[in-house]
Antibody
Framework: QVQLQESGPGLVKPSETLSLTCTVS????????WTWIRQPPGEGLQYIGD???????NYHPSLKSRVSMSVDTSKNQFSLKLNSVTAADTAIYYC???????????WGQGTLVTVSS | QPVLTQPPSVSGAPGRRVTISCTGR?????????VNWYRQLPGAAPKVIIY???NRPSGVPDRFSGSKSGTSASLAITGLQAEDEADYYC???????????FGTGTKVTVL
């Protein structure tokens, strides 16, 4: 059973860069798509973007100018960077595996990132 | 950001049946992309309860069923139980976004 674990700072200052890494265990990064989903406190789920194990990416248009994702197959990890953060980026961030048909079948436990000075 | 519309809340007495609608558009559900449903308990990550419009993962009771027609999908819960209280989200793919879209979320309350 594949497991995903997010890691990174839980507190980021406004205008700085949010950086998270997702470590995949119990399975391989390839040949899957991987995605980042976030959930602001008390709100619904938001798609940030996704990355293929080859490194091809797709980002939500509203975040495209601020987001980048990368993958390290040797470490079985993929990462998220979101720059110029504001309080509106405060959320629980989940890393998720994408199965065929767009099914988000395996989720990390999520990590709360707070943007505050 | 949500592109799929769900009712904010539904409720029912134990043992009753409730349904949750998920309304999309021609670029997502209406384009033929699969709809998946997730249940989220407080403080936990979402877990899939229906995939590929109508399929249940192993371990999900057959009280849960999914359907899809046109630009909409539905989740039905029969024989409602206290443990079904949770937030439920539909999800699909959107070709205009080239990414995944979620429903607005529905809170199920067992009276």
């Amino acid at each position: 059973q594949v497991q995903l674990q997010e890691s990174g700072p839980g507190l980021v200052k406004p205008s700085e860069t949010l950086s998270l890494t997702c470590t995949v265990s119990g399975g391989s990064i390839s040949p899957y798509y991987w995605t980042w989903i976030r959930q602001p406190p008390g709100e619904g789920l938001q798609y940030i973007g996704d990355i293929y194990y080859t490194g091809n990416t797709n980002y939500h248009p509203s975040l495209k100018s601020r987001v980048s994702m990368s993958v390290d197959t040797s470490k079985n990890q993929f990462s998220l960077k979101l720059n110029s953060v504001t309080a509106a980026d405060t959320a629980i961030y989940y890393c998720v595996r994408v199965e065929s048909g767009g099914l988000l079948d395996s989720w990390g436990q999520g990590t709360l990132v707070t943007v505050s000075s | 950001q949500p592109v799929l519309t769900q009712p904010p809340s539904v409720s029912g007495a134990p043992g009753r049946r409730v349904t949750i609608s998920c309304t999309g558009r021609s670029s997502n559900i209406g384009a033929g992309y699969d709809v998946n449903w997730y249940r989220q308990l407080p403080g936990a990550a979402p877990k899939v309860i229906i995939y590929g419009n109508t399929n249940r993962p192993s371990g999900v009771p057959d009280r849960f069923s999914g359907s899809k027609s046109g630009t909409s999908a539905s989740l039905a819960i029969t024989g409602l139980q206290a443990e079904d209280e949770a937030d439920y989200y539909c999800q699909s793919y959107d070709s205009s976004l080239s990414g995944y879209v979620f429903g607005t979320g529905t809170k199920v309350t067992v009276l």
